[in-house]
């Protein structure tokens, strides 16, 4: 990448873009709702069972003006899903203002590893134990997403959840690789702790992106 494109990707003008696409948000709150999904490139929280592991290089996804995404994905839909790789990798405050000022609802995908920045109409906040969560980010979560690959997961879950505001919506997620053994312990788990509700990654199941 040339000095100038850093500098604009620096500043939020330019993002890497690693793929953009109309779907149905799969997970979480706003599961069954349609929305566009914008996913940007760039991660180091390092999770070995990461179902996007092709986004963590941030250079092999083009740098691309925030206006020409802006443009593009309102095209589609009134919500706007950005996610990646870790979108809050990059400063979001152009992207989001820019979305605001079309009247997009603006959503973002985040393990809340590095700082919030942007105008965010919902914040689903998935933490991760190697790169934990910036402490100004749980006053803000709406959702709370843990993922859930072993038995230690639901101890961290409840850590977690202690740190969120008292509207923050708790959500148990399993693993997708490790679904068989631990959608029976969550499931248990909810009905023991009712303040959890379950999330699936229901578009692997319906087999959309
Ligand atoms: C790929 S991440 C991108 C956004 C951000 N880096 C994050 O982790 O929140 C999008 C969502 O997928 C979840 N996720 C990633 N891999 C998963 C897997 N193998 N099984 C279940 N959920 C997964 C993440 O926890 C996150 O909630
Ligand atoms: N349909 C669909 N819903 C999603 N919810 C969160 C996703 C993500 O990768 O951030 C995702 C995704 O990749 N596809
Ligand atoms: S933080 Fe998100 S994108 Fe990064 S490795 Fe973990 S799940 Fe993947
Ligand atoms: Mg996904």
Avoid at 67 to 95: C, H, Q, R
Avoid at 113 to 130: F, H, N, Q, R
């Amino acid at each position: 990448m040339n000095l100038e494109i850093q500098e604009l990707v620096n500043k939020g003008e330019m993002l890497p873009l690693m793929e953009e696409f109309y779907t149905i948000q799969g997970e979480g709150y706003f599961k069954g709702t349609a929305a566009y999904f914008v996913r940007i490139g760039g991660c180091d929280v390092g999770c070995h069972w990461c179902d996007v592991k092709e986004s963590w290089n941030a250079n092999l996804h083009p740098p691309t003006e925030t206006d020409k995404i802006v443009a593009n994905a309102k095209k589609y839909s009134d919500t706007i899903v950005v996610t990646g790789g870790e979108p809050l990798t990059w400063d979001m405050t152009l992207l989001t203002t820019k979305l605001k000022a079309e009247g997009l609802q603006t959503h973002i995908e985040t393990s809340g590893a590095y700082k919030l920045t942007g105008v965010w109409d919902w914040i689903c906040l998935s933490p991760k134990k190697m790169k934990l969560p910036t402490e100004e980010v749980y006053a803000e979560a709406d959702e709370l997403k843990m993922i859930i690959y072993n038995k230690d997961d639901f101890r961290f879950a409840e850590e977690q959840a202690a740190k969120v505001n008292k509207d923050c919506i708790l959500y148990l997620q399993p693993e997708w690789s490790k679904r068989d053994k631990v959608v029976p312990e969550i499931v248990d788990y909810v009905m023991k702790n009712p303040k959890w509700k379950v999330s699936l990654q229901t578009h692997k199941y319906l087999n959309i992106p």
